[in-house]
Protein backbone atom coordinates (compact mmCIF):
# COMPACT_ATOMS: atom_id res chain seq x y z
CA UNK A 1 0.00 0.00 0.00
CA UNK A 2 1.12 3.15 -1.25
CA UNK A 3 1.70 6.15 1.98
CA UNK A 4 2.09 9.84 1.22
CA UNK A 5 2.20 12.57 3.48
CA UNK A 6 2.79 16.22 3.20
CA UNK A 7 6.38 17.02 4.91
CA UNK A 8 8.00 20.11 5.88
CA UNK A 9 11.57 19.66 5.94
CA UNK A 10 15.02 22.07 6.60
CA UNK A 11 18.17 22.30 4.50
CA UNK A 12 21.41 23.18 5.18
CA UNK A 13 22.07 26.31 2.60
CA UNK A 14 25.83 25.81 2.20
CA UNK A 15 25.46 21.88 1.00
CA UNK A 16 21.83 21.29 0.28
CA UNK A 17 21.34 18.31 2.56
CA UNK A 18 18.48 17.69 4.42
CA UNK A 19 18.45 17.72 8.04
CA UNK A 20 15.38 16.54 9.33
CA UNK A 21 11.36 16.74 8.22
CA UNK A 22 8.65 16.99 10.28
CA UNK A 23 4.93 15.18 8.51
CA UNK A 24 2.35 16.96 10.52
CA UNK A 25 -0.18 14.36 11.44
CA UNK A 26 -3.35 15.97 9.91
CA UNK A 27 -1.13 15.92 6.53
CA UNK A 28 -1.24 19.96 5.87
CA UNK A 29 1.15 22.21 4.62
CA UNK A 30 1.95 23.93 8.15
CA UNK A 31 5.14 26.05 8.45
CA UNK A 32 8.06 25.87 10.77
CA UNK A 33 10.54 28.47 11.86
CA UNK A 34 13.65 28.83 13.83
CA UNK A 35 16.10 31.51 14.54
CA UNK A 36 18.39 29.46 12.58
CA UNK A 37 16.32 30.08 9.24
CA UNK A 38 16.36 33.94 10.11
CA UNK A 39 20.17 33.81 10.23
CA UNK A 40 19.99 32.05 6.82
CA UNK A 41 21.80 28.91 7.82
CA UNK A 42 18.70 26.77 6.73
CA UNK A 43 15.95 26.80 4.98
CA UNK A 44 12.20 25.31 4.91
CA UNK A 45 10.47 24.02 2.33
CA UNK A 46 7.46 21.53 1.72
CA UNK A 47 7.75 18.21 -0.09
CA UNK A 48 5.73 15.43 -0.47
CA UNK A 49 7.01 11.44 0.60
CA UNK A 50 5.62 8.69 -0.65
CA UNK A 51 6.43 5.35 0.47
CA UNK A 52 5.64 2.47 -1.85
CA UNK A 53 6.22 -0.74 0.57
CA UNK A 54 7.43 -0.44 4.10
CA UNK A 55 8.75 -3.69 3.30
CA UNK A 56 11.50 -2.51 1.06
CA UNK A 57 14.52 0.39 3.10
CA UNK A 58 14.28 3.84 3.03
CA UNK A 59 16.42 5.27 0.24
CA UNK A 60 15.97 8.92 1.61
CA UNK A 61 16.61 11.26 4.91
CA UNK A 62 12.59 12.27 4.14
CA UNK A 63 11.73 8.33 3.71
CA UNK A 64 13.87 7.59 6.63
CA UNK A 65 11.80 10.66 9.09
CA UNK A 66 8.35 9.43 7.82
CA UNK A 67 8.91 5.59 9.00
CA UNK A 68 9.83 7.17 12.68
CA UNK A 69 6.93 9.06 12.02
CA UNK A 70 4.73 6.26 11.46
CA UNK A 71 6.13 4.52 14.32
CA UNK A 72 5.51 7.61 17.12
CA UNK A 73 2.48 7.98 15.66
CA UNK A 74 1.91 4.49 16.47
CA UNK A 75 0.29 3.93 12.98
CA UNK A 76 3.01 0.89 12.62
CA UNK A 77 4.15 -1.51 15.51
CA UNK A 78 7.95 -1.69 16.36
CA UNK A 79 9.76 -4.51 14.17
CA UNK A 80 6.78 -3.99 11.31
CA UNK A 81 9.26 -1.46 9.20
CA UNK A 82 11.88 -2.02 7.51
CA UNK A 83 14.58 0.61 8.88
CA UNK A 84 17.82 -0.73 6.80
CA UNK A 85 20.39 1.74 6.42
CA UNK A 86 18.74 4.30 8.15
CA UNK A 87 22.15 5.35 9.86
CA UNK A 88 23.44 5.98 6.70
CA UNK A 89 20.27 8.28 5.92
CA UNK A 90 20.50 10.43 8.84
CA UNK A 91 22.49 13.00 9.33
CA UNK A 92 24.25 13.56 12.80
CA UNK A 93 22.81 17.17 13.68
CA UNK A 94 23.27 19.97 16.42
CA UNK A 95 19.91 19.77 17.88
CA UNK A 96 19.23 23.88 18.81
CA UNK A 97 17.35 25.97 21.12
CA UNK A 98 17.39 28.19 17.54
CA UNK A 99 16.77 25.22 15.26
CA UNK A 100 18.59 22.31 13.79
CA UNK A 101 21.90 22.84 11.85
CA UNK A 102 25.36 20.42 11.61
CA UNK A 103 27.22 20.92 14.13
CA UNK A 104 30.02 22.86 12.38
CA UNK A 105 27.66 26.07 12.66
CA UNK A 106 26.76 26.09 16.17
CA UNK A 107 29.40 28.30 16.96
CA UNK A 108 27.78 30.74 13.99
CA UNK A 109 24.83 29.98 14.62
CA UNK A 110 25.43 31.32 18.68
CA UNK A 111 26.55 34.35 17.22
CA UNK A 112 23.95 35.61 14.71
CA UNK A 113 21.13 34.60 17.58
CA UNK A 114 22.65 37.17 20.16
CA UNK A 115 21.13 39.91 18.49
CA UNK A 116 17.53 38.33 19.21
CA UNK A 117 18.80 38.21 22.47
CA UNK A 118 18.75 34.46 22.17
CA UNK A 119 21.05 32.62 24.44
CA UNK A 120 21.99 29.59 22.39
CA UNK A 121 21.47 25.89 24.39
CA UNK A 122 22.51 23.08 22.38
CA UNK A 123 20.61 19.52 24.48
CA UNK A 124 21.98 17.13 21.64
CA UNK A 125 24.11 16.33 18.73
CA UNK A 126 22.71 13.20 17.64
CA UNK A 127 21.04 11.24 14.65
CA UNK A 128 17.58 10.59 15.86
CA UNK A 129 15.72 14.21 17.31
CA UNK A 130 13.77 13.64 20.61
CA UNK A 131 9.80 11.97 19.97
CA UNK A 132 8.18 15.01 21.63
CA UNK A 133 9.38 17.63 18.88
CA UNK A 134 7.69 16.30 16.05
CA UNK A 135 4.90 13.49 17.74
CA UNK A 136 3.23 13.82 20.90
CA UNK A 137 0.89 10.55 21.42
CA UNK A 138 -2.06 10.46 23.03
CA UNK A 139 -2.33 8.83 26.60
CA UNK A 140 1.33 9.09 27.64
CA UNK A 141 3.46 10.76 30.33
CA UNK A 142 6.75 11.37 29.69
CA UNK A 143 8.95 13.00 32.20
CA UNK A 144 12.20 13.76 30.69
CA UNK A 145 11.39 13.87 27.04
CA UNK A 146 15.34 14.24 26.16
CA UNK A 147 15.39 10.26 26.69
CA UNK A 148 12.74 9.39 24.24
CA UNK A 149 13.96 9.49 20.16
CA UNK A 150 11.60 9.81 16.93
CA UNK A 151 10.61 6.37 16.22
CA UNK A 152 9.56 5.08 19.64
CA UNK A 153 6.00 3.67 20.14
CA UNK A 154 4.17 4.03 22.96
CA UNK A 155 0.65 3.29 23.85
CA UNK A 156 -1.83 4.49 25.69
CA UNK A 157 -0.98 4.05 29.51
CA UNK A 158 2.61 4.19 29.21
CA UNK A 159 4.66 6.41 31.56
CA UNK A 160 8.26 7.00 30.87
CA UNK A 161 9.79 8.25 34.27
CA UNK A 162 13.06 10.97 34.54
CA UNK A 163 15.41 7.83 34.17
CA UNK A 164 13.77 5.76 31.77
CA UNK A 165 14.37 5.71 27.85
CA UNK A 166 12.60 4.45 24.82
CA UNK A 167 14.91 3.85 21.82
CA UNK A 168 13.54 4.20 18.05
CA UNK A 169 11.54 1.02 16.65
CA UNK A 170 10.80 0.06 20.48
CA UNK A 171 8.57 0.41 23.34
CA UNK A 172 5.41 -0.65 24.71
CA UNK A 173 2.37 -2.18 23.61
CA UNK A 174 -0.12 -0.79 26.92
CA UNK A 175 -0.29 0.55 30.23
CA UNK A 176 3.32 0.21 31.01
CA UNK A 177 5.73 1.86 33.56
CA UNK A 178 9.50 2.56 32.22
CA UNK A 179 12.11 3.69 34.38
CA UNK A 180 14.63 2.13 32.76
CA UNK A 181 15.91 1.51 29.02
CA UNK A 182 14.03 0.12 26.29
CA UNK A 183 16.30 -0.38 23.15
CA UNK A 184 16.01 -0.93 19.67
CA UNK A 185 13.83 -3.60 18.25
CA UNK A 186 12.39 -4.55 21.88
CA UNK A 187 8.44 -4.29 22.91
CA UNK A 188 6.74 -4.08 26.11
CA UNK A 189 3.29 -6.01 26.63
CA UNK A 190 0.91 -4.26 28.25
CA UNK A 191 0.52 -3.95 32.42
CA UNK A 192 4.64 -4.77 32.79
CA UNK A 193 7.25 -2.75 34.56
CA UNK A 194 10.87 -1.90 33.79
CA UNK A 195 12.02 -1.12 36.79
CA UNK A 196 14.72 2.02 37.46
CA UNK A 197 17.97 1.33 35.80
CA UNK A 198 17.05 -1.85 34.42
CA UNK A 199 17.98 -2.59 30.63
CA UNK A 200 17.14 -4.97 27.85
CA UNK A 201 19.24 -6.33 25.01
CA UNK A 202 17.79 -5.49 21.99
CA UNK A 203 18.59 -5.20 18.09
CA UNK A 204 21.25 -2.33 18.95
CA UNK A 205 23.09 -5.27 20.48
CA UNK A 206 25.04 -8.41 19.97
CA UNK A 207 25.34 -8.40 15.84
CA UNK A 208 22.18 -6.46 15.97
CA UNK A 209 19.54 -9.33 14.83
CA UNK A 210 18.11 -10.25 18.38
CA UNK A 211 14.58 -9.17 19.36
CA UNK A 212 14.17 -9.84 22.46
CA UNK A 213 10.13 -9.00 24.00
CA UNK A 214 8.82 -8.32 28.04
CA UNK A 215 5.50 -10.10 27.87
CA UNK A 216 2.23 -8.90 29.51
CA UNK A 217 2.02 -8.48 33.72
CA UNK A 218 5.96 -8.70 34.06
CA UNK A 219 8.37 -7.04 36.83
CA UNK A 220 11.82 -6.07 35.15
CA UNK A 221 13.61 -5.21 39.02
CA UNK A 222 15.71 -1.95 39.44
CA UNK A 223 19.12 -2.52 37.74
CA UNK A 224 18.40 -5.59 36.38
CA UNK A 225 18.18 -6.65 33.01
CA UNK A 226 17.70 -9.40 30.07
CA UNK A 227 19.13 -11.25 26.70
CA UNK A 228 16.61 -13.35 26.75
CA UNK A 229 12.57 -12.67 26.33
CA UNK A 230 10.21 -13.24 29.00
CA UNK A 231 6.95 -14.56 28.62
CA UNK A 232 3.46 -13.51 30.51
CA UNK A 233 3.73 -12.95 34.39
CA UNK A 234 7.76 -13.12 34.53
CA UNK A 235 9.98 -11.41 37.28
CA UNK A 236 13.49 -10.90 37.03
CA UNK A 237 15.19 -9.78 40.74
CA UNK A 238 16.24 -6.60 41.32
CA UNK A 239 20.11 -6.41 40.38
CA UNK A 240 20.28 -9.83 38.41
CA UNK A 241 21.05 -9.39 34.60
CA UNK A 242 20.33 -12.65 32.54
CA UNK A 243 21.97 -13.26 29.37
CA UNK A 244 21.25 -15.77 26.90
CA UNK A 245 24.65 -18.32 28.38
CA UNK A 246 23.59 -17.50 32.23
CA UNK A 247 23.19 -20.98 33.94
CA UNK A 248 19.97 -21.37 35.54
CA UNK A 249 18.82 -24.11 38.17
CA UNK A 250 15.37 -25.41 37.59
CA UNK A 251 12.89 -26.04 40.20
CA UNK A 252 13.89 -29.89 39.62
CA UNK A 253 17.47 -29.38 40.14
CA UNK A 254 18.47 -29.06 36.67
CA UNK A 255 20.77 -26.78 35.09
CA UNK A 256 20.41 -25.03 31.41
CA UNK A 257 21.25 -22.09 29.61
CA UNK A 258 18.65 -19.33 30.13
CA UNK A 259 18.02 -19.31 26.32
CA UNK A 260 16.44 -22.27 26.68
CA UNK A 261 13.80 -20.74 29.25
CA UNK A 262 13.35 -17.22 26.35
CA UNK A 263 9.76 -16.06 26.13
CA UNK A 264 7.97 -18.65 28.48
CA UNK A 265 5.88 -17.22 31.03
CA UNK A 266 5.40 -17.74 34.73
CA UNK A 267 9.15 -17.60 35.75
CA UNK A 268 10.78 -15.76 38.64
CA UNK A 269 14.46 -15.58 38.00
CA UNK A 270 16.10 -14.49 40.74
CA UNK A 271 19.65 -15.22 42.46
CA UNK A 272 20.01 -17.87 45.59
CA UNK A 273 21.41 -15.75 48.38
CA UNK A 274 23.30 -18.86 49.90
CA UNK A 275 25.22 -20.04 47.10
CA UNK A 276 25.14 -17.05 44.13
CA UNK A 277 23.24 -19.65 41.66
CA UNK A 278 20.78 -18.00 39.21
CA UNK A 279 17.55 -20.02 39.85
CA UNK A 280 13.92 -20.17 37.68
CA UNK A 281 10.74 -21.05 39.71
CA UNK A 282 7.35 -20.57 39.12
CA UNK A 283 5.48 -17.81 39.73
CA UNK A 284 2.56 -14.70 38.85
CA UNK A 285 1.97 -11.04 38.72
CA UNK A 286 0.24 -11.62 42.15
CA UNK A 287 3.95 -11.75 43.67
CA UNK A 288 4.83 -8.22 42.49
CA UNK A 289 0.99 -6.97 42.27
CA UNK A 290 0.91 -5.62 38.90
CA UNK A 291 1.00 -2.05 38.05
CA UNK A 292 -1.15 0.89 39.81
CA UNK A 293 -3.89 1.58 37.24
CA UNK A 294 -4.69 4.92 38.32
CA UNK A 295 -1.01 6.03 38.08
CA UNK A 296 -1.50 5.27 34.27
CA UNK A 297 -4.61 6.40 33.44
CA UNK A 298 -3.08 9.31 31.51
CA UNK A 299 -6.12 10.56 29.05
Not at 98 to 109: Q, Y
Not at 117 to 137: E, G, K, Q
Not at 232 to 254: F, H, M, N, W
Not at 265 to 281: K, T
Amino acid sequence: MNISRIGHRYVDVETGKTIDTWFPSTNERINRSCLAEKSGLVKGEFIEQSIASLEEPPTSTEDAYLRLHLLSERARAPNTVNLEGIFTLLPIVAWTSAGPVFPKHVESLRCLVAADYHHLTVPSVDRFPRMSDYVIPYGVRIADTDRVRLGAHLAVGTTVMHEGFVNFNAGTLGESMVEGRITSGVVVGINSDIGAGASIMGTLSGGGKLRNFIGQRCLLGANAGIGISLGDECIVEAGLYVTAGTKVRQPDGSVVSARELSGKSGILFRRNSQSGAVEAIPTNSSRWGGLNSTLHAND
